[in-house]
């Protein structure tokens, strides 16, 4: 078992938090600061002796592909949206 550390970017506030998403397999092509595919991530609550939180697995983390730039970004880099992506228990993409 992996676990790789995901940053999650809300578009809406531009928030960004850290998850931790458990794989089995070693992820391979993650670089730091690079844009990811989150393939089957699943968000699980859990409760211990008065603890809450949530924990999060995928069936696989891989480099998402490269994805043309959306109309207004002037970056190349686009802004999100494509299908597959994972999203986070409140609803940001993962990326």
Do not use: H, N
């Not at 211990?48 to 949530?54: T, V």
Request: proline share 3%.
């Amino acid at each position: 078992m992996w676990v790789v550390g995901v940053s999650v970017r809300q578009q809406s506030t531009r928030r960004a938090d850290v998850i931790e998403v458990a794989v089995s397999g070693q992820p391979q092509g993650i670089t730091e600061g690079a844009r990811l595919m989150v393939v089957d991530l699943v968000a699980t609550a859990w409760e211990i002796d008065g603890r809450k939180g949530i924990s999060f697995r995928a069936s696989a983390v891989r480099p998402e592909a490269a994805s043309p730039a959306v109309a207004g970004d002037s970056s190349g880099r686009g802004t999100g949206g494509s299908s597959g992506r994972g999203k986070s228990a409140s609803g940001g993409d993962v990326s």
